[in-house]
């Protein structure tokens, strides 16, 4: 590794180095490969029998310095990286609740009950989630992107905790369209021990992690709770509460309620 500032300082002071009447530039492979030199953590045992001379005079002290200024870009990059990944993420957070822990290990509370129907299982849905590490980071959102979603529940595509915290079971109640819900989910009903979310062999999400999802059920995809502001053309098929209607050329699924007392 590159020695600090104050190691060059007092390498200056001790040894004054004389001025040449001519001095070359230092080549590119000199500053290309002496952060190398310099940054090494170890070194084996045939590169110990012979050790490298320290850089001596003006041209040393430039590849010396260069490493040291290589080696400071590289860890503001990443540290840039890692503030724009945070940023591009984040989003306003919900109010608090208390969780209820269940048998499974999932946790919840609901932050708004909601108004609308129940999902059926099987069916897609949209929803607008935040999802975090217990430290409060955020991972990913639907916020940042600006739209929702749009997962099916009830068939073994997404998450066990997401899928037990949206349809319910196990002690949690189902969701409702317009609800938002806190969950916390071990790793056992997440992604395990493997890491996810990776992409060229950075990975977002650390294995065994706990997520948090901030999560609202925003609506069925292609499913209408109400008639009001559609040409109703005709009913196809009745399916307990709900039922298959034509609407403006396509089946949607209506619930029942909004077409009962249709004429």
């Given amino acids: 590794m590159a020695p600090p500032i104050s190691s060059l300082s007092s390498l200056t002071a001790s040894s004054p180095i004389p001025s040449p009447p001519q001095l070359s530039k230092p080549s590119r492979r000199a500053l290309a490969v ?8 170890s070194t084996s045992s045939s590169a110990a029998a012979a050790p490298q001379a320290a850089p001596a005079g003006r041209r040393g002290l430039l590849a010396l310095g260069a490493g040291f200024l290589a080696s400071a870009a590289l860890l503001g990059q ?17 109010k608090l609740c208390d969780l209820n822990l269940v048998k499974s290990g999932l946790a919840y509370c609901d932050i708004e009950v909601g108004t609308g129907v129940q999902p059926p299982r099987g ?7 935040t ?20 997962m099916r529940i009830g068939a073994g595509k997404i998450l066990r ?25 071990p790793a ?11 992409f060229s062999g950075d990975c977002n999400i ?3 992690s706990t997520l948090m999802y901030d999560i609202q059920v925003v609506g069925i995809y292609n499913f209408v709770d109400s008639i ?20 403006d050329g396509e089946n949607k699924r209506v619930a029942r309620a909004s077409w009962k007392d249709r004429t």
Wanted: hydrophobic share 35%; with cysteine; proline share 8%.
């Fill in 34 to 41: 002496a952060p190398c030199n310099a940054a090494s953590p």
């Fill in 78 to 94: 990443a540290g840039d990286a890692e503030a724009t990944r945070i940023e591009y993420y984040a989003t306003v957070g919900d």
């Fill in 123 to 129: 069916e897609l849905i949209n929803v607008h989630y």
């Fill in 131 to 150: 999802a975090r590490f217990p430290d409060g980071t955020v991972f990913d959102s639907t916020y940042k992107r600006g739209r929702p979603l749009t």
């Fill in 161 to 185: 905790g997401l899928e037990q915290g949206i349809s319910g079971g196990g002690g949690v109640p189902p969701m409702l369209v317009g609800g938002k819900r806190k969950l916390m989910i």
């Fill in 188 to 198: 056992t009903l997440a992604y395990g021990p493997e890491p996810a979310g990776c």
């Fill in 206 to 208: 650390p294995g065994n």
């Fill in 228 to 247: 009001e502001g559609f040409r109703l053309k005709f009913y196809l098929a009745d399916e307990g509460k709900h039922a298959y209607v034509k609407i």
